[in-house]
């Protein structure tokens, strides 16, 4: 099993749509979850962080986090075209000073 | 507030050269991670520096290394290209406090190696 994996997509919503996007992780000893987007040809850009059991909400964006079940998910409320891009989950145990990136969802909004 | 600045943008080498890349993280920022980033592989863990001292390393060959400055600058270099070194390689900084900081990413360096 990959250490974090997520399901490539794509995944097609229209707009106005909450996305869905899932990651899970292999271990237990994972304690913080990151969610990255990545429009094509640009470099990652950090939308949340998330370290406790439960949802932390940030405006559109809501993660959530469920250490039981080694899952990590991140919900677009009102979906924008200019959401459409690659969303890439990372893991980083603690104390290892590495993040463990996930091959990303390409999340595509349609008008 | 600067972000993380990453030099050159881009990169043309030829098999059995190397390269130096260069990265400015954040003011403040005491943290630089690096990343290559390739379609296949997606992105995966170089190596990790915090006050000079290298405190992780990825399963990278060791033609990969870095290093980085008192100022936190970093850089990494990597000799004896092989054409499968071709990626974007990134940077990321961090302001350590807390358990896990938040790493952002400069615009990348794309090196190709033909």
């Known amino acids: 099993q990959k250490e974090v994996e997520q399901n490539s997509g794509p995944l097609s919503v229209p707009e106005g749509a909450i996305a869905s996007l899932n990651c899970t992780y292999s271990?237990?000893?994972?304690?913080?979850f990151f969610w990255y987007r990545q429009y094509s040809g640009k470099s990652p850009e950090l939308i949340m962080s998330?370290?406790?059991?439960g949802d932390k909400e940030d405006g559109r964006f809501t993660a959530q986090l469920n250490k039981a079940s080694q899952y990590v998910s991140l919900l677009i409320r009102d979906s924008q075209p200019s959401d459409s891009a690659t969303y890439l989950c990372?893991?980083?145990?603690?104390?290892?000073?590495?993040?463990?990136f996930g091959k990303g969802t390409k999340l595509s909004v349609i008008p | 507030k600067a972000g993380v600045t990453q030099t050159p943008r881009y990169l043309i080498k030829t098999r059995g050269q190397q390269v130096t890349l260069s990265c400015s993280p954040i003011?403040?920022?005491?943290?630089v991670s690096w990343y290559q980033q390739t379609p296949g592989q997606g992105l995966q863990f170089l190596f990790e520096?915090?006050?000079?001292?290298?405190?992780n390393k990825g399963n990278f060959p060791g033609r990969f290394s870095g290093r980085q400055f008192s100022n936190s600058r970093s850089e990494m270099n990597v000799s004896t290209l092989e054409l499968g070194d071709s990626a974007l390689y990134l940077c990321?900084?961090?302001?350590?406090?807390?358990?896990?900081?938040?790493?952002?990413f400069g615009q990348g360096t794309r090196l190709t190696v033909v």
């Open positions: 990321a900084s961090s302001l350590v406090v807390g358990k896990a900081p938040e790493a952002f």
């Open positions: 271990d237990r000893v994972s304690q913080s």
């Open positions: 998330i370290y406790s059991n």
């Open positions: 990372a893991r980083e145990r603690a104390g290892s000073y590495q993040l463990t």
């Open positions: 003011s403040g920022h005491r943290s």
């Open positions: 520096y915090f006050s000079e001292t290298q405190r």
